[in-house]
C-alpha cells in the first residue's frame, strides 16, 4: 500500500472543510473475486497537517486488486487518514455501485475528543 504523504495545514487556526471525492476507487470483493466499484468520499477538518493529493491517489489505487469487504475498505481508510493527519474531525464515506439489485454506502467518522 502506497504511504499517505502531508503538508502543513496552511490555517491551522481556523476550522474548514477539506473534501476529496474519487469516483473511480476498485477493489475486489473477497467472496466472489468479482471487481467492485465504488466513490470514496473523504471529508475532513485538518489540524496540522493536510493530505497530498498524489499519495492519496496512489494509496486508494492500492486496493485495486486487493480482496476486502466494503465495511473493511471504509474503516481501513479512516484508521490510516487518522494516523497520517491526525485531524480534528474525519469522514470517509464509501459509495458502491450496484451488485445483485442493491448498492451499499458505508461511512465511517472520527470527532477528536477536546
Known sequence: MSKLETFDNPHPGRDYVIRHVAPEFTSVC???????????EIEYVADKLCV?????KLYLQ???????????????????LLSALKPRRLVVTGKFTPRGGMHSIVTAEHVARS
Open 30 to 40: 473477497p467472496k466472489t473475486g468479482q471487481p467492485d466499484f465504488g466513490t470514496i
Open 52 to 56: 497530498e493529493l498524489k499519495s492519496l
Open 62 to 80: 492500492g486496493y485495486r486488486n486487493e480482496g476486502v469487504f466494503y465495511e473493511d475498505i471504509v474503516n481501513r481508510i479512516l484508521d490510516d
